[in-house]
DNA sequence: AATACCATTCCGGGGTCTCA
DNA sequence: TGAGACCCCGGAATGGTATT
């Protein structure tokens, strides 16, 4: 069993609209334009990597905002391959053995998953089992409720050392794999991402069926019942429900 | 800037219980 | 049954934090 562990640049919509269809941009708000990857064999040894910048296809001009973060530029991605060669690339760097993803947080396994289908390809192929290092750290450290330790910070925490740039899909990769290997114990699982996420079915409301409750009393006693009797059925009935004259076996 | 997630908060509906 | 008091739970809204 492999690791593989993955990080993300995303680029996104442009703040002022161009006449980019606006189906699309709900389909798909974040644009990968980086894939960063280490392999990991079962003992946490670098055996692989995968580095690659994607040419947009959708956001074709990099986000100033995400410029500024990844230093990631729109002449760069130009002359790259867009994503349907790049994902078919890090397949092949996945290889056939079985793996488990390992990323930080877990927006990268939705946008990565997201922007499969929208090039039409199958996501058959791709192991959908991860492990959320972010929520490991974040645990470890006792993090206040409803916060989540940045990667940077996490870095800093276990001293380990920072000879590279942050925001930069393959060097948060590599960081993600270092912490992974800080907390690494037997106690860490696996999730598995749902697309559709498994919402609970609520209660139908509780509604009587009266006339099938006043029937049933017809038919065993094989007559029509009277309004008092009617009105006397349907009160023993919510009564029973309640419960309020079972005694207690104490009693 | 745009988005997503999480915990917290708030509200209302439903259920339960009691009384008449 | 119907009214009123109470409680509990789920959904909606919100605010903070994180991601690029």
Not at 24 to 31: G, H, M, T, V
Not at 37 to 54: P, Q, R
Not at 85 to 105: A, D, M, P, Q, R
Not at 223 to 237: G, L
């Amino acid at each position: 069993m492999n690791y593989i562990i993955y990080d993300l640049e995303f680029n996104q919509r442009p703040s002022v609209l161009t006449n980019i269809d606006s189906n699309n941009i709900s389909k798909l708000p974040f644009e990968i334009i980086q894939i960063g990857a280490l392999k990991l064999n079962k003992n946490l040894d670098t055996i692989s990597t995968f580095n690659a910048l994607i040419k947009p296809t959708l956001y074709k001009t990099i986000h100033p905002f995400v410029e500024d973060l990844t230093k990631i530029t729109t002449e760069q991605v130009n002359s790259c391959d867009t994503f349907p060669e790049v994902y078919k690339n890090f397949l092949n760097f996945i290889g056939s053995e079985e793996i488990t993803f390992c990323i930080w947080g877990s927006a990268d396994i939705k946008e990565l998953i997201k922007n499969i289908k929208f090039h039409n390809l199958s996501t058959s192929s791709i192991s959908k089992k991860y492990i959320d290092v972010q929520n490991y750290v974040s645990k470890h450290f006792n993090a206040p409720n409803g916060t989540k330790i940045g990667l940077k910070n996490a870095v800093e925490l276990f001293n380990i050392a920072t000879k590279t740039e942050f925001h930069d899909a393959f060097n948060d990769a590599f960081y993600t794999a270092e912490v992974f290997k800080k907390i690494y114990n037997h106690n860490i699982v696996s999730k598995t991402y749902e697309s559709f996420p498994s919402r609970r079915l609520h209660q139908p409301k509780e509604k009587i069926d009266t006339n099938a409750l006043i029937f049933q009393f017809e038919k065993m006693y094989n007559r029509k019942m009277t309004k008092d009797e009617i009105s006397i059925i349907k009160t023993a009935y919510m009564m029973g429900k309640t419960k309020q004259f079972i005694k207690n076996e104490s009693e």
